[in-house]
Nanobody, 121 residues
Framework: QVQLVESGGGSVQPGESLTLSCAASGSIEKIWAMGWYRQASGKQRELVAVVRDTGNENYLDSVKGRFTISRDSAKNTVTLQMDGLMSEDTAVYFC???????????????WGQGTQVAVAS
C-alpha cells in the first residue's frame, strides 16, 4: 500500500499565500500522477492541480496563475504553492497519488486525510 502524509494549510487573509506538501511512502513501484483535490462545504470534490510522470500539469481554471504544483520524484513529494488566495479557495484540500504498488500492474489512487485551508478577512 501507499501512505500519504500532508502538511501545510491553515487560516489566512485574502491575498496571502500558503504551501501544501504531501509525501508518499510505502510499496511504491511507480507514481503516475500526484496532485491535489479540494472540497468546499456543500460542494463536490474538484481537481485543483495535477502533475503527471510525463511532467504534464493541469490546473483548475480558477487557480491558474495563482497556484503552482511541483513534484520531487526522488522524494515522492508534491507541493502546491498557493498565492493570491481568495475566500473561494476555502476548502479541505486532499493530496492524491495515482501509483503502482507492490507490483507494476497493481495500480490505484491513494488519498490523504485532507488539510483545511480557510481564507477570510
Amino acid at each position: 500500500q501507499v501512505q500519504l502524509v500532508e502538511s501545510g494549510g491553515g487560516s489566512v487573509q485574502p491575498g496571502e499565500s500558503l504551501t501544501l506538501s504531501c509525501a508518499a511512502s510505502g510499496s511504491i513501484e511507480k507514481i503516475w500522477a500526484m496532485g491535489w483535490y479540494r472540497q468546499a462545504s456543500g460542494k463536490q470534490r474538484e481537481l485543483v492541480a495535477v502533475v503527471r510522470d510525463t511532467g504534464n500539469e493541469n490546473y483548475l481554471d480558477s487557480v491558474k496563475g495563482r497556484f503552482t504544483i511541483s513534484r520531487d520524484s526522488a522524494k515522492n513529494t508534491v507541493t502546491l504553492q498557493m498565492d493570491g488566495l481568495m475566500s473561494e479557495d476555502t476548502a479541505v484540500y486532499f493530496c492524491y497519488v495515482d501509483a503502482s504498488y507492490e507490483f507494476y500492474w497493481r495500480r490505484r489512487d491513494f488519498w490523504g486525510q485532507g488539510t483545511q485551508v480557510a481564507v477570510a478577512s
